[in-house]
């Protein structure tokens, strides 16, 4: 094996990406462990490095952890906002591609919800938890309100109070993606997407 190979796979990295790599292994942790995961033994072990490393960049463990919930928030609003591209111009067919990647097979993994229920829980507790919470959720109504209004666009419809809107569909995914989360059997996803649509079609009907 070459010396090259043995090195710690954070030795590895041009010095730009090593803090990223400490927000992946953040990620991985909690997904991993769950609460425990937060202990930063556990986050240096999962990036192959010493804990004085990770301090070496961030100033604390909560930084570290604050910067994970945002990279979390945004790499899985660029996977919605990746497929409502793809889906092309027409209003209704982004708005069903949104639903078809919320409730796909990434976003349903029990890891993934084991990482948000240690987010959520620290956003009750954390100020700069909190901060992150409240940006990354303008980000992902600024979506929805974009694609709604759309539609409503599409449809003639100009008496929609968008705001409402957004904040009924975000709380009809949500649910439905816990749900399924918890249990995968009470309702497939593409149902889950159907019930969605016929939410939306209720609220800016065609």
């Known amino acids: ?22 927000v992946d292994a953040a990620i991985e942790s909690l997904k ?12 240096a072990a999962e990036a192959g490095v ?3 490393l990770i301090n070496h960049h961030f100033p604390n463990k909560d930084s570290l952890v604050a910067e994970s919930y945002r990279t979390f928030s945004r790499r899985l609003a660029a996977d919605f906002e990746r497929a409502v591209a793809a889906a092309g111009a027409d209003p209704r067919a982004r708005l069903r591609a949104y639903f078809d990647s919320f409730f796909s097979g990434p976003n349903l993994d029990p890891q993934v919800l084991t990482a948000w229920v240690v987010y ?3 956003v009750q507790v954390s100020p700069e938890m909190r901060a992150v919470r409240d940006a990354e959720g303008r980000g992902y109504g600024e979506v929805l309100g ?6 409503a666009r599409s449809r ?9 809107a957004v904040t009924g569909l975000t709380a009809f995914l949500d649910g439905l993606w816990l ?10 996803p593409a149902d889950a ?10 609220v800016i009907k065609p």
């Open 146 to 151: 974009r694609l709604l209004s759309d539609l």
């Open 1 to 22: 094996m070459s010396n090259a190979a043995r090195k710690p796979r954070y030795e590895r990295q041009v010095a730009s990406d090593r803090r990223e790599a400490l």
């Open 120 to 122: 959520w829980s620290l």
């Open 179 to 188: 749900q399924l989360c918890l249990d995968p059997r009470s309702i497939r």
């Open 32 to 43: 991993r462990y769950g609460h425990d995961g937060l202990s930063v033994r556990r986050i």
């Open 156 to 164: 003639g419809v100009a008496s929609v109070d968008l705001d409402t």
């Open 50 to 52: 010493s804990i004085g």
């Open 193 to 202: 997407a159907a019930l969605c649509d016929d939410w939306v079609d209720h």
